[in-house]
């Protein structure tokens, strides 16, 4: 199983998780991605860091699907090359990540919405006190989209043809 030549390397690391607090119980924890004009704390949320660790897939991409384990690893024919220009992503490897999705998963209809490109700074995960040019790892649990917010995006992206995509079972990756 696998090629034996991959080498394994596990690792360990800490993620944070949201700390149990009474507050939560009234009061929606929140974290704004803008500093807010009003006297509104930024975030409410207190965090509590829980060492992890996290398994090398390697080799082992192929026992993974998305009916059993909600994700799956792909192997792309055509290797893309790293692209920190916003517009080149989307005008080049767009057409070429859904080609692949859409080769590897026949029944799926892929349509590329939007990206976010992610590049850790030096001296990340510590505070320059200015803002990064791009967006940084995340070090926290999250979920990116719940059920609301994803119909929200595909409305917003798709217009009219998102009511019919709505209707039926889809997958938003990010």
Same mark, same amino acid.
């Given at each position: 199983?696998?090629?034996?030549? !991959?080498? $394994?390397?596990? =690792?360990?690391? +800490? /993620?944070?998780? %949201?700390?149990?607090? &009474?507050?939560?119980?009234?009061?929606?924890?929140?974290?704004?991605?803008?500093?807010?004009?009003?006297?509104?704390?930024?975030?409410? !949320?207190? $965090?509590?860091? =829980?060492?992890? +660790? /996290?398994?090398? %897939?390697?080799?082992? &991409?192929?026992?993974?699907?998305?009916?059993?384990?909600?994700?799956?690893?792909?192997?792309?024919?055509?290797?893309?090359?790293?692209?920190?220009?916003?517009?080149? =992503?989307?005008?080049?490897?767009?057409?070429?990540?859904?080609? &692949?999705?859409?080769?590897?998963?026949?029944?799926?209809?892929?349509?590329?919405?939007?990206?976010?490109?992610?590049?850790?700074?030096?001296?990340?995960?510590?505070?320059?006190?200015?803002?990064?040019?791009?967006?940084?790892?995340?070090?926290?649990?999250?979920?990116?989209?719940?059920?609301?917010?994803?119909?929200?995006?595909?409305?917003?992206?798709?217009?009219?043809?998102?009511?019919?995509?709505?209707?039926?079972?889809?997958?938003?990756?990010?």
């Amino acid at each position: 199983m696998g090629d034996a030549r !991959i080498s $394994r390397q596990d =690792v360990r690391a +800490s /993620i944070w998780f %949201l700390e149990e607090n &009474e507050l939560y119980m009234t009061v929606k924890p929140y974290s704004l991605a803008f500093t807010p004009e009003a006297q509104v704390p930024r975030e409410n !949320i207190q $965090r509590k860091e =829980v060492p992890v +660790s /996290i398994s090398d %897939l390697r080799g082992s &991409e192929k026992l993974f699907s998305l009916d059993c384990n909600g994700f799956m690893v792909l192997e792309f024919q055509n290797k893309h090359e790293v692209d920190w220009d916003e517009t080149r =992503v989307k005008d080049l490897h767009y057409s070429k990540v859904v080609s &692949e999705i859409e080769r590897d998963i026949p029944e799926a209809r892929c349509i590329a919405l939007h990206h976010q490109i992610r590049k850790r700074h030096l001296l990340f995960p510590n505070s320059t006190g200015k803002d990064y040019t791009y967006g940084q790892p995340l070090r926290a649990a999250h979920v990116d989209l719940v059920l609301p917010s994803a119909e929200q995006l595909i409305q917003e992206c798709l217009g009219q043809q998102a009511s019919s995509i709505l209707k039926g079972k889809y997958l938003i990756a990010k």
